[in-house]
C-alpha cells in the first residue's frame, strides 16, 4: 500500500475521493452525522497523500531519475558520467568501447516498459527494459552519420548503499534478436533472459 501512495497519488486519491464522497451523500441521504465525519476524513486525506507521495522517493523513482540523468550525460557525450554508475570494470571498459565510436546528437528514453526491483535479494535488485532512440553518427569517414536509431535496453541493477549501479547491460533491436550493434565482442547476455 505505501508503494502505491508514494508511487500513484492519483490512484489513491481517486479511491478515497469515491469513499470520501461516497460517505457524503449517505449522510446527505439519511442526515447521519458520522456519515459526514467519515467522509470528510477521507477528502482530507487525499492532500496527504500527495503530500507523502512528494516527499518519498522510492527505489523505482530513483532508477528512473537515474535513467533519464544517463541518457542526457549520453547526449552531451559526456562518457565518463554515463559510466559513473557502472559496477564492474570490465563492464565499464565495454561500454567506454562502444561509447568512444560513435557521437550522439540525441539519446532519449521514449519508453520505461519495465523496473522490477527483486525485494528478496541482498544486495537489493531490479531488472529495467526500457526504448531509447538515438541520433548517431560514426566516427570514420565510411560510418553512418545522423542515423537516428530505436533501441531496446535490457539493465540489470543492484543497490549499493543509496546508489543504483548497472551490474550488467546489453541493447538490441526493437524487434528480434541481437544484431551486430547489440553485443561488444559478443558480449555477455542479460540474466534472466
Do not use: C
Amino acid at each position: 500500500m505505501f508503494r502505491l501512495i508514494a508511487e500513484e497519488p492519483l490512484i489513491v486519491s481517486l479511491m478515497l475521493g469515491a469513499m470520501g464522497f461516497g460517505l457524503l451523500y449517505g449522510w446527505l441521504r439519511s442526515g447521519n452525522k458520522p456519515l459526514a465525519l467519515a467522509g470528510l476524513f477521507f477528502v482530507v486525506l487525499i492532500p496527504l497523500a500527495w503530500f507523502i507521495a512528494n516527499q518519498v522517493e522510492t527505489d523505482r523513482e530513483q532508477i528512473q531519475g537515474l535513467l533519464y540523468t544517463l541518457a542526457d550525460a549520453v547526449e552531451r557525450n559526456d562518457h565518463n558520467s554515463a559510466v559513473a554508475v557502472i559496477a564492474d570494470s570490465e563492464l565499464e571498459a565495454r561500454a567506454r568501447l562502444e561509447l568512444q565510436n560513435w557521437t550522439f546528437g540525441l539519446a532519449k528514453v521514449t519508453q520505461i516498459s519495465k523496473i522490477r526491483v527483486i525485494e528478496d535479494t541482498y544486495p537489493l535488485q531490479a531488472d529495467i527494459e526500457m526504448m531509447v532512440k538515438v541520433k548517431v553518427s560514426g566516427k570514420g569517414s565510411n560510418a553512418i552519420q545522423n542515423a537516428q536509431i530505436p533501441r531496446k535496453l535490457l539493465l540489470t541493477m543492484e543497490k549499493d548503499g543509496d546508489e543504483w549501479l548497472i551490474t550488467e547491460y546489453q541493447h538490441l533491436p526493437i524487434i528480434g534478436g541481437p544484431d551486430k550493434f547489440s553485443a561488444y565482442g559478443g558480449g555477455r547476455p542479460v540474466r534472466g533472459n
